[in-house]
């Protein structure tokens, strides 16, 4: 069958269907010929039309009759001339960069390689064609009825973020339609968001949901990749998650998601990946940028652009510094939150992309390109701040407009709660903001996105349970996975009957959970921590696609109490503005009128020691100080209702000991003056919100945490 072929558009880039057919359009600057092969639905090809016109370096033309669903590929021609940089194979099928959709998977044992995979030899050519092993893209249909859909523009210093597999969390939920499970539908329903609103969720931050591949070394294994750090296409929901098939309904039912999310109000953040593909190095497959065009997409070595530079540990590294890469990304953003609603983005090892030459730089092109578009304005951008090149560990460096995921705050908090010496200052920040790493470039506490655990590392049950990883499963001898992990326990490791040890490890989980949701900055709670998910001492599943990584929501006693603990103290933290403030802490004079003179200071916060007074400098960096009280003058608060009135909240009382042993606390007077009022207390299993007067004294046991408030009135 041969079709008509128009000049068509160089924008947009992509397929996009019309009524009278579907302009394609591919940027690649040094091809000699570009096709666009159509694919029958059992994945055979059936034509293939070369286009004929380039603009700007663009190819492009519109093929007549060609409707949503077709599945098509690219063959882009040119020179292979790997020792400088080029591998251009026509034999080669390649997937779209800007595919909407992706269809089917990666045959490994096909032959995808560009090179001649029997001698290992990557500057052989290979001239089988691939396109057996390689999935096919979709022309879709983008209308899609959003109706009267409305983004919760929930501020970031009101947000409770929560990490999540779109397949781990509902897969095995009874409660979800059994054909729904593991996918974007089952996040959708009404089980799913009614299970978040009620813990008290804001938004949901997603792992990677851009469409990605399986590595071949875990097919081989007979593994997967679960997490989806392994991009193939940077337009196109991940396509086994979708329960209307691969054929362009995973593109309307992650729509109808989003929708249902912010029907309840719930923001959706994805977890995205622009610093590296699924490509590898020389010796990876080629399945879409590198036969469109490597020495465009990738950052090669200069001396020798064989190679690819690789400051990800994938082997290769985007090479952002190049306008149509950058443009790449930046349609990609603008395309999720204009097509498919998202409210923002975390940034997989941002570092990379701030990358110029070598070295990190808040000046770099990419962060200009972002900071000047309109479309991302209002949008949440929260930043992975390292990676793993030199001076790539960048917490606390990012510029205005941006957060971070602050692995000190993790670190720090970690340590603390172990009971190591000399900690005593800097959890201190970590609790009040991080303001040492935010607050002198213009930044909010809102900046520190905090968090003990996340899905790369151990639970949080894993860290009180484990004192080493356990991935066997994984199938490398347990090499992977970090070894440093600050893990705690009280003697024998795992699962264990005895009572005492249940019960402190279940004290020290709800220390964590207490210290994450009191802390000034963003808290963001891993998946499943609420009721106590273990991996059995895996830290590292990443090809883990099973029971070892899905949410177990048969609760037992203890399991469930912990997710009453989690939903009560994210609603506590909701309830009051002194405990998650806009602003960082400041001491404020009130002076006489008339003179100026200074009557008195009038703080904010305070840090006290347990005899009750305030903690010297040499406390703070102290080995044997591991209990601390902080002080949170609600009376100091300045935030206004939607009325403008000005909101005086409650003060609270902070009391963390860390120690083995019990300590005993003189309290401080409260701000209003009124007398202090027990309301959390980790120590106690059976019934942790308890309200209970205290006097001037407190016992607060070892490894516990208490908040105390002087319960203000509240304004009508």
Not at 179 to 203: C, D, N, P, Q
Request: aromatic share 12%.
């Amino acid at each position: 069958m041969s079709r008509t072929l128009l000049p068509g558009q160089p924008y947009p880039l992509g397929a996009t269907a019309y009524n009278n057919g579907t302009n394609f359009a591919i940027f690649s600057e040094g091809a000699a010929r570009v096709d666009v092969c159509l694919f029958d639905s059992d994945g055979r090809q059936s034509e293939c039309i070369t286009l004929r016109e380039r603009t700007a370096f663009v190819w492009h033309g519109l093929i007549r009759g060609i409707k949503p669903g077709q599945l098509y590929g690219y063959r882009i021609d040119g020179p292979w001339d790997p020792q400088n940089g080029h591998r251009f194979n026509y034999n080669k099928l390649l997937v779209d960069p800007y595919a909407r959709a992706i269809s089917g998977h990666v045959g490994w044992k096909q032959p995808i390689f560009p090179y001649d995979l029997a001698s290992g030899d990557d500057l052989k050519m290979d001239i089988q064609d691939s396109a057996a092993g390689v999935p096919k893209c979709v022309v879709i249909e983008s209308n899609f009825d959003w109706g009267d859909d409305c983004k919760p523009e929930t501020p970031l210093s009101d947000s409770v973020i929560y990490e999540v597999h779109v397949k781990g969390f509902s897969v095995r939920n009874p409660m979800v339609p059994e054909k729904l499970r593991g996918t974007y539908a089952g996040l959708a329903h009404e089980a799913s968001i009614g299970y978040l609103k009620e813990l008290g969720i804001t938004a949901v931050e997603l792992l990677p949901i851009h469409h990605f591949i399986d590595e071949g070394h875990l097919v081989e294994k007979g593994l997967s990749d679960y997490w989806g750090y392994n991009t193939l296409g940077y337009f196109s929901p991940m396509s086994r998650y979708s329960s209307s098939g691969d054929q362009g309904g995973q593109v309307r039912e992650f729509k109808e998601m989003v929708k249902a999310l912010h029907a309840a109000g719930i923001e959706v953040i994805l977890d995205v990946v622009y610093n590296h593909t699924c490509e590898g190095n020389h010796l990876g497959p080629v399945l879409s940028w590198k036969g469109v065009c490597n020495t465009t997409y990738y950052r090669l070595v200069q001396d020798d652009p064989r190679y690819y530079m690789d400051y990800t540990g994938t082997g290769n590294t985007l090479n952002v510094r190049n306008p149509p890469v950058l443009k790449m990304i930046m349609d990609s953003l603008r395309y999720w939150v204009t097509e498919m609603h998202v409210d923002g983005f975390r940034f997989d090892l941002a570092a990379t992309l701030a990358r110029e030459l070598h070295d990190v730089s808040r000046l770099s092109s990419f962060f200009d390109t972002i900071h000047q578009d309109p479309t991302l304005a209002d949008i949440k951008l929260i930043a992975e701040p390292w990676d793993v090149g030199d001076g790539g560990y960048q917490v606390g460096q990012f510029p205005v407009l941006w957060a971070e995921w602050n692995g000190k705050y993790r670190d720090t908090v970690r340590r603390f709660w172990k009971g190591d010496g000399g900690q005593l200052s800097d959890f201190a920040y970590r609790l009040t903001g991080s303001s040492d790493l935010y607050q002198f470039d213009g930044r909010k506490p809102y900046a520190s996105i905090n968090f003990i655990t996340a899905h790369d590392g151990f639970t949080l049950c894993d860290l009180v349970s484990y004192n080493e990883k356990h991935n066997e499963a994984n199938l490398d001898d347990n090499k992977d996975g970090s070894d440093n992990n600050d893990s705690w326990n009280m003697g024998e490791e795992g699962p264990t009957d005895d009572p005492a040890i249940r019960t402190l490890r279940e004290r020290q989980m709800r220390n964590f959970l207490a210290t994450l949701l009191f802390s000034q900055g963003v808290p963001m709670l891993a998946g499943g921590d609420e009721f106590s998910r273990s991996q059995h001492g895996n830290n590292n599943c990443y090809c883990q696609d099973n029971d070892l990584t899905w949410f177990d929501w048969n609760l037992d006693e203890s399991r469930g109490r912990l997710r009453d603990f989690t939903r009560q103290i994210i609603h506590l933290r909701l309830a009051h503005p002194n405990l998650h403030r806009r602003k960082f802490f400041q001491d404020r004079e009130i002076r006489k009128k008339g003179d100026g003179t200074v009557v008195r200071v009038v703080k904010d916060i305070a840090w006290f020691n347990p005899d009750g007074n305030e903690v010297s400098d040499e406390a703070w960096n102290a080995e044997w100080s591991r209990a601390i009280a902080l002080l949170l003058n609600g009376q100091t608060l300045q935030v206004t209702d939607d009325d403008g009135q000005w909101i005086i909240d409650d003060s609270f009382l902070i009391l963390v000991n860390a120690a083995h042993e019990g300590v005993e606390f003189s309290l401080p007077l409260s701000p209003s003056g009124r007398s202090w009022c027990q309301v959390v207390d980790t120590e106690n299993i059976a019934d942790p919100f308890v309200k209970t007067p205290v006097g001037e004294k407190v016992i607060l046991g070892g490894r516990s945490l208490k908040l105390l408030s002087d319960e203000a009135p509240k304004t009508s």
